[in-house]
């Protein structure tokens, strides 16, 4: 990324349900931010309760002007109800919206499994971290951003 800045400021949103696999998702996040070469100091992390509650906190990040990128992540395995189709669905649309909202690159790193295997595997080390895929995306995309800053009038 070579119009990335060292002083980037990444904001990520960590829900805390399921946090085994929610705190694997983050370090995954921090090792690639570390990775951007971008300082750990400008990163700011703030946890939520659930999946659902992802976005609004994305979204008071989003428009308090202090971060270029955020990063949401998350973890809802498929229960016995349909709930999870709820949940899932409503946090997607709710980080496409913020991320259509703000003109803001978002990471999506919420997983939406169907067992709790399924987000181990998703969630664990050697090269299989949705997490830090999530920052990786939203890092390229806002390598993208920065090149077309909006024109003043």
Do not use: W
Not at 106 to 135: H, P, Y
């Amino acid at each position: 990324m070579s119009n990335l800045d060292p002083d980037t400021r990444v904001g990520m949103v960590v829900a805390r349900f399921n946090s085994a696999i929610t705190e694997s998702l983050l370090e995954g996040a921090l090792s690639e931010v570390a990775r951007f070469k971008i300082d750990p100091q400008t990163v700011v992390v703030e946890r939520v309760p659930g999946a659902y509650e992802i976005p609004v906190a994305l979204q008071a990040m989003a428009f308090s002007g202090r971060f270029d990128a955020l990063v949401a992540l998350g973890c809802v395995i498929r229960g016995e109800t349909p709930h999870f189709d709820y949940v899932c669905g409503q946090c997607a649309d709710g980080v496409t919206r913020v991320a259509l909202d703000a003109a803001m690159p978002i990471g999506l790193g919420v997983l939406t499994c169907d067992t709790m295997d399924q987000a181990v595997a998703r969630a664990g080390a050697g090269g299989n971290n949705k997490g830090a895929e999530a920052v990786e995306a939203a890092l390229e995309t806002l390598s993208v951003v920065n090149q077309y800053p909006p024109e003043e009038i």
